[in-house]
């Protein structure tokens, strides 16, 4: 919300200085958003006096001018049509920066003829929007005077208002508040009733039948006649442009006026233009309107309008009608200052997408009391300006009900908003802010006044207590807390955390992405699950929700690519969408490595990314979740957009734990990007918890202190059997003295014949209590050999 | 055999050793001289048909023979070792400026960091951690937070609705993590203190905006808790977030459904220069909503406004990691380019705590 200094001091009587008025202001709750001074920046710009305009010798629309400053005489062209002899004019001398542009004005020729400077316009200055031509000052302005001094320069103060905040919704509104923080007098406002002339030939009639009866239940009319519709007075005018509204006429002007002045939005009809009683009424299925911003609008039977006896004349709160406006040839004029349901005008607003000053104000709430007081002082602006004479006021419905008594116990400003104040100086904030306060010690009545629809509870009646006295003085306490923290992380957040950091550790770098993405993508990656799209997605590439995060990170990694980096390691630990209603996601780290597994180097150590790699990084996130890894068994059945043959699943049981693999080929296609692509996905929310033991220690470390023996094996097997099978059985072969055994070579080829391999696992033998012999060694080696031969059909290579 | 004989020998043997040319030539003469079937070998097999007095002075010269030109050969051969260590090393060379194999360099994202910041914070004045889900149904998300009915916030422009559920039920992405507050205060008995980091979602993308973003929200709830300790409480997090020991801090009254009294912090900074600095340099910069929470509220989750009573407060995740890191843009947080990953990350070791020093 906009107003000027001087428009507010027009209600408060105040000494206080831009900048204090400007602090006091945030600090009742009414935010400064910004203050523009438009006298910035003019200092360098001086009344001038034209005392001779003649015709430039070379150019038709050009003016030459001789202007005085008092001290010297300049020749000056200027090609606005109203420079004239013996004007008084805003004068840029060479140097000066014009605000308009930013340049700095130099001496020039124009057209063959030297101009020593600038006759300036509104525009030009940053006054106005646009103007026709030159300022022109009242003659008596004293010339080398700077024009700050000459011209009316406001300062014009926006405020963000809360929405609570209906008391602040006219510039008079904002001087109480001011006033009641101690910043001056609110002046006294005349808003008594204006005394009819004669009975108003035209009626109200309230057409909102039963309950809708609340959608308008006041509405108050006038018929002022004998009126002129000129321009308004320059007043005026200025006020309304400051705040950038466009001047009409004087009778629209005073109804836009009162809006921002009281936050009373009213309407003027032309009279000529109706016809019968006038009044609320519900919109006729698919009826339309011309509105006074040019557009026509289609209404419905949920919104209010006002009519008369044949058609709506305008869209109740909103904005009026183009039919029945008033016009410079107005000369009876029909008053309306009404009241309408907030909801209801909020959502007609929204639906028609029409942003009106009287809708901000109606969909907040206005004074349940103004429709009276508003409907007088607009009349008696009205006979001001515009001249005329009033009927008596005609009624429609009801002033509604609003007085409410709020028990309160001022001890709650100190134990709710840790304040020490006074009982009396509460008491005397409140009548300050116009609220009526009976009752005594610990058992107050207070009555909010009309305006202040807000205030609901005794909490409210704390906040403007604490909001006038100034939040700042609210003492800073820290929390009572005990003397050493406690563990606040609950064992799976701890899993969690640990499980980011280990994999960046492992070197891969974390992203956040969205927890959307286009529905197409989705459809590759849904598996089991059902799309779970958004009704009102904000962009046609964020319209479902993810049930993996698999895409996102492709994603990503081909915009890097496309960067230039080919190699990516990225990671995100995020929900995935298991469903449309809420609890129906789960957390998943999942990984994703792209490209070379490393740079180009001397050492030769880079190699395109595989399976394994996200294995890897599977494997990483569980042992980093504490899961151990002879737990896991590694099976096939990886969902379909890994490859078929290069993907798999880590189980525990029966449970899928996590499931890693190079892309589908397919699938990168649809992504539009380049492969291979290896990633993993680890269901965070299936794996075991760590169990709470009865304290932190260890199992007691028994390290044999006698020589660990290798040996060596190669098993020639079916290509099928798979290595994992192979090695769960040489370790199974001995529980007592095989210590390690893993694998060391993979071979296929002629010397193994066709549809065989052989896979070599060394063993580490150790004993805990001897030396080991050979024959122990032997017997243990024939254990090993028997055990996969059994489970794994193997035999040793020959 | 005859001393002189010996120290002929002698003589021979020694100059033997000295005039080997290398280490094999060395190693003949050691055959030569103490090999199975050498000189001196010969010698000592040599003693036992000796008398024995003729043995023991004669065994004892040849003892000192035998050690005399051992020594010898090892002191030869020690030579030639060092030599041949030296001829290897000098033939042995590495460019050690090479580049090492590298190594890779993972990080952690800002909002991640932030959140751990945050939470070490608040974890230090007793704050537990509380979640709830992304999508949420009206009554958590909207009524039970006290908007009224129709308030512009529920409507599509601001809000991101599933489509119909067949319960009836409208279900949409939580616009705040606001209603994990209505979670905590259904499911758990005050006294209560959590923090609730989460994502976020609004229809609204542009240069400040984004579909997504993080939010940490506080909730502190008991029979005590006053907007003192609001104050104060925010005011011990924002010094020890930003660093700043006696960071001033503004209280403004503000607007929430929520909370009553409401109000937002700011705290204090300099924009001299177009350069934003968090610091007591007279300007101010807006950094959390706050307030007790409303009596509507608490009457919504089950408790008594008259006998309960908390605070609540709010801040964006993202936003208070760019004023204390100079990250400019906040839509660069959800690209995933890889530069920027790097560059604002962190490293995986760089576990802030209170104690320890939260920010390296």
């Known amino acids: ?798 | 055999m005859s001393t002189d004989n010996i120290d002929q020998l002698r003589s021979e043997l020694l100059n033997a050793v000295s005039q080997a040319k290398d280490a094999s030539a060395l190693e003949e003469v050691r055959i030569t001289a103490l090999g199975k079937k050498g000189r001196i070998t010969d010698l000592m097999k040599g003693l036992g048909a000796m008398a024995p007095d003729e043995r023991k002075a004669f065994g004892q010269q040849l003892n000192v023979l035998k050690d005399e030109i051992a020594a010898a050969l090892d002191a030869r051969k020690q030579s030639f070792d060092s030599a041949a260590l030296d001829a290897r090393l000098a033939s042995e060379k590495l460019d050690v400026t090479l580049p090492i194999r590298p190594g890779t360099k993972g990080s952690l994202h800002p909002i991640t960091q932030t959140m751990d910041e945050v939470a070490a914070i608040f974890g230090q004045m007793g704050f537990e951690i509380a979640d709830g889900p992304d999508i949420e149904d009206d009554f958590h998300n909207f009524t039970a937070l006290n908007f009224p009915p129709g308030h512009p916030a529920r409507e599509m422009h601001d809000t991101f609705f599933l489509p119909p559920a067949e319960d009836g039920q409208r279900y949409l992405l939580r616009t705040h993590t606001s209603p994990v507050q209505i979670r905590t205060m259904m499911s758990q008995k005050p006294p209560i203190r959590v923090i609730i980091p989460g994502r976020t979602y609004r229809c609204d993308y542009d240069m400040t905006h984004t579909p997504m973003f993080h939010q940490v929200e506080l909730l502190v709830i008991d029979t005590e808790t006053n907007m003192s300790h609001l104050r104060g409480c925010l005011q011990e997090f924002v010094r020890t977030y930003f660093g700043v020991d006696d960071l001033t801090t503004r209280f403004r009254p503000s607007f929430f459904p929520f909370t009553e009294p409401s109000a937002e912090m700011d705290i204090g900074c300099s924009r001299k220069g177009g350069e934003l600095k968090i610091g007591n340099y007279g300007d101010w910069l807006e950094i959390l909503g706050c307030g007790m929470v409303h009596p509507n509220v608490l009457k919504a989750c089950g408790l008594d406004p008259n006998v309960y009573q908390g605070f609540a407060a709010g801040m964006g995740i993202e936003r208070i990691a760019m004023l204390k890191y100079g990250i400019p843009d906040l839509r660069t947080f959800f690209e995933s380019d890889l530069r920027w990953l790097r560059h604002y990350g962190f490293a995986a070791l760089d576990i802030p705590t209170v104690t320890g020093g939260l920010t390296r």
């Not at chain 1, 980093?624 to 590694?634: D, E, I, R």
């Not at chain 1, 996905?681 to 075991?688: A, S, T």
């Not at chain 1, 304290?695 to 044999?704: F, H, I, N, P, Q």
């Not at chain 1, 012999?773 to 290579?797: F, P, Y």
Request: proline share 6%; with cysteine.
């Open chain 1, 1 to 798: 919300m906009k107003f000027t200094l001087s428009w507010l001091k027009e209600h408060l009587d105040t000494a206080a200085t831009l900048d204090e008025i400007s602090a006091k202001l945030t600090s009742t709750g009414l935010e400064v958003e910004s203050i523009s001074n438009p006298a910035a920046g003019l200092d360098a710009f001086i009344v001038a006096h034209i005392a001779e305009a003649k015709q430039h010798p070379n150019a038709d629309r050009l003016r030459l001018c001789t202007v005085e400053t008092g001290t010297e005489t300049l020749q000056v062209v200027c090609g606005a049509p109203n420079a004239r002899t013996g004007l008084k004019v805003v004068l840029a001398r060479p140097g000066t920066t014009i605000p308009s542009t930013g340049d700095v004005l130099k001496k020039g020729s124009i057209r063959g003829v030297e101009s020593q400077g600038m006759l300036c316009s509104a525009a030009e200055l940053k006054l106005a929007q646009e103007s026709d031509g030159i300022i022109e000052l009242p003659t008596d302005a004293p010339i080398g005077a700077p024009v700050t001094q000459v011209l009316a320069l406001d300062p014009v103060i926006e405020i963000n208002l809360t929405p609570n905040r209906v008391d602040a919704l006219g510039v008079r509104g904002i001087a109480r508040d001011l006033a009641a923080a101690g910043l001056g007098k609110l002046k006294p406002m005349k808003d008594s009733a204006v005394p009819g002339k004669f009975e108003s030939p035209r009626k109200v009639k309230m057409r909102l039948e039963g309950g809708d009866a609340k959608l308008c239940p006041q509405f108050v009319g006038r018929t002022i006649r004998a009126v002129k519709n000129p321009e308004s007075p320059k007043w005026l005018k200025d006020r309304l442009t400051a705040i950038g509204l466009r001047p009409v006429s004087a009778l629209v002007d005073i109804t836009q006026y009162l809006t921002i002045d009281l936050g009373r939005p009213l309407h003027a009809f032309d009279d000529a233009k109706l016809s019968g009683d006038v009044g609320p009424r519900l919109a006729l299925p698919s009826e339309t309107l011309a509105a006074l911003n040019g557009k026509t609008y289609r209404l419905d039977p949920a919104m209010v309008v006002i009519a008369d006896d044949k058609a709506a004349l305008g869209i109740g709160g909103i904005m009026g009608g183009e039919p029945s406006s008033v016009s410079e040839s107005t000369t009876t004029v029909f008053l309306e200052s009404a009241l309408f349901d907030s909801l209801n005008i909020a959502a007609t607003g929204r639906k028609l997408t029409i942003n009106s000053d009287a809708r901000y104000c109606f969909e907040r709430g206005v004074d349940p009391v103004s429709a009276e007081a508003g409907a007088e002082i607009a009349t008696r602006m009205i006979l001001d300006i515009c001249g005329g004479e009033a009927s008596s006021l005609v009624h429609g419905g009801d002033t509604p009900e609003w007085k409410r008594t709020i028990a309160f116990n001022p001890a709650r400003v100190k134990s709710l908003g840790g304040l020490d104040l006074p009982p009396a100086e509460c008491k005397a904030i409140l009548e300050r802010l116009g609220f009526t306060v009976g009752g005594s010690g610990d058992a107050w009545q207070v009555t909010p006044p009309s305006w202040r629809a807000d205030v609901e509870g005794w909490q409210d009646l704390v906040e403007e207590i604490l909001r006038i006295h100034g939040y700042d003085n609210i003492p800073a306490t820290p929390l009572p807390r005990a003397p050493m923290p406690k563990v606040v992380l609950t064992a799976q957040q701890r899993q969690v955390a640990f499980v980011r950091r280990s994999l960046a550790a492992q070197g891969l770098n974390e992203t956040t992405t969205w927890s959307f993405l286009p529905k197409a993508q989705a459809e590759l990656f849904l598996g089991d699950l059902a799309l779970v799209s958004l009704a009102n997605p904000i962009s046609s590439d964020l319209d479902a929700l993810r049930p993996s995060l698999i895409p996102n990170l492709a994603a990503a990694a081909g915009r890097n690519a496309a960067r230039g980096m080919n190699d990516c390691s990225l990671f995100e630990v995020g929900p995935r969408f298991e469903g449309s209603k809420p609890g129906q996601q789960v957390m998943i780290a999942a990984t994703l490595r792209s490209g070379q597994t490393a740079p180009r180097h001397w050492a030769g150590l880079a190699r395109p990314v595989d399976a394994l790699d996200a294995k890897a990084d599977a494997l990483a996130v569980l042992d980093a979740a504490g899961v151990s890894a002879q737990s896991l068994q590694t099976a096939l059945g990886a969902p379909g957009w890994y490859h078929p043959g290069r993907s798999g699943l880590l189980k525990q049981g029966n449970q899928i734990l996590a499931a890693f693999g190079e892309l589908h080929p397919a699938v990168l296609k649809a992504l539009d990007v380049k492969g291979p692509i290896v990633a993993c996905e680890v269901f965070l929310d299936r794996l075991p918890q760590p169990k709470r033991k009865a304290g932190a220690a260890r199992t007691l470390l028994k390290a044999s202190n006698f020589q660990p023996v290798d040996r060596d094996f190669a098993f020639v097997v079916e290509s099928s059997v798979t290595a994992e099978s192979l090695l769960r059985a040489v370790r199974g072969a001995d529980k007592d003295l095989l210590t390690d055994a893993g694998l060391f070579d993979v071979y296929e080829g002629p010397h193994v014949g066709e549809g065989k391999k052989s896979l070599a696992v060394y063993v580490t033998l150790q004993s805990k209590d001897a030396t080991l012999t050979d024959e122990m060694i032997e017997a243990v080696s024939k254990k090993i050999v028997a055990a996969v031969e059994k489970s794994c059909g193997g035999r040793l290579r020959a």
